[in-house]
């Protein structure tokens, strides 16, 4: 008798290094290759992201030879009448442990034979623990623990690991949809180019990462983030081939450390992680919201804050030192919600990731995990000469400076070239407001 698998991808569109596969071969004969198009997930998920996922569903479905079959609706409702129409006897999938999908999952395994195999990290979250059987609230310590538990080698899996079945007739199947209208420009979408842009960066890039990475005026970070985010790539694979201890392999540490945090801590995906936070008074009114618009437009008079907000506009993605300059002048010199501006740059990020975008933001406002207190405050002027000194980075982005010579651009200040705006506020003076606020509330 035939036995029939289902593997049910989300952020694992990819057929090398997939440990779901592999379970699914050993269980059945045969599988079905699923996506669901879940509106709670793709309402709130910007034109960019959606059409990179679009991108990816269908460079994984040309891998499969057209056999992805793809429905719309609620998972909870979906899944007992796929694995009832073609009599699965499991459903396999890397384990989500974000807020809404660890939620959905549950509900999904109490109507199908659901089995996690692997997930979109390196370390489960959850898995890293203190001594006492906490979790640990710095990154260093968790980090430390992070490289001595170690992890897995890439799974051995290709096209063929499983007989995948032939959707075309199946009832209720729905095309991946057209990309939505966006103005971003997105790199390649699916596995083929995460592995070349992976192998091109190894060995081009790679050994400059330690010295260059906090410099956005050079293409000198990976831009793998789109790819991890939709797992056309897992981490294993980075981490077979980069240096053990090495700087790279330690930024990738982040992004596990924050799914950890998420996974104990779920509600900090919307509420500050140190909750004396809570009394933190922001700035209201007519006058927050001008604000918000102009540092959503790229249009504060900072020059290095401007060329970030355009770059996420263009790419849909941003350099990461100039996600903290910006999320600093948001937070520290425009005193506005730290989840304003992590809602905009989900809206608008391809690499969009609820734990990463969310406790990046709260590290930077100094109300998240870490050694990162409220008193640092970034200087949107001095980190711009640091990190962009000959002023190319800000040329790229802000056309309205690009007759400025030299790390000079970024001091235009109250008489700048025609078209581009004076700063909207004074930093020192903004600075000062903020220590201020902070004092009100670090002693009750």
Known sequence: MTRTAVVWFRRDLRLHDLPTSAAAAAAGDQALALFVLDDALLR??????????????????????????VLRGDPVAVLPQVVEQVGADSVHISADYAPYGAARDAAVAERVPLVRTGSPYAVAPGRIRK?????????????????????????????????????????????????PALDAELPPAGERAALAAWRQYRDE???????????????????????????????????????????????????EFYADVLFHRPETARHNYITRFDRMGYATGPEADELFAAWCAGRTGYPIVDAGMRQLLAEGWMHN????????????DLHLPWWWGARHFLRYLVDGDLASNQHGWQWVAGTGTD??????????????????????????????????????VHRVGAAPPVGYPPPIVDHAIERRVALDRYEQIRDR
């Open 205 to 255: 890039g790679l050994a400059e990462y330690p010295a260059l990475r906090d410099r956005p005026d050079r293409d000198a970070t990976s831009r793998l983030s789109p790819y991890l985010k939709f797992g056309c790539l897992h981490p294993r694979t980075l981490l077979a081939e980069a240096a053990a201890g090495s700087v790279f392999v330690t930024e990738l540490a982040w992004r």
């Open 371 to 408: 050694a990162s207190p409220f008193v640092r405050v970034f200087n949107p002027l001095t980190q711009g000469e640091k990190f962009d000194p000959a002023g190319d980075y800000v040329r790229r982005w802000v056309p309205e400076l690009r007759g400025v010579a030299g790390k000079a």
């Open 44 to 69: 709130p998920s910007g034109a960019a992201r959606t059409a990179f996922l679009y991108r990816c569903l269908r460079a994984l479905d040309a891998d499969l030879g057209g056999r992805l079959l």
């Open 321 to 332: 030192r100039v996600r903290m300059i910006t999320a600093s002048f948001l937070t520290k």
């Open 131 to 179: 001594a006492d059987g906490t979790p640990y609230r710095v990154f260093t310590p968790f980090s430390r623990a992070w490289h001595e538990h170690g992890w897995r080698s890439p799974a051995r899996t290709a096209a063929d690991t499983v007989a995948w079945l032939d959707p075309t007739d199946f009832p209720g199947r729905v095309e991946i949809p057209d990309d």
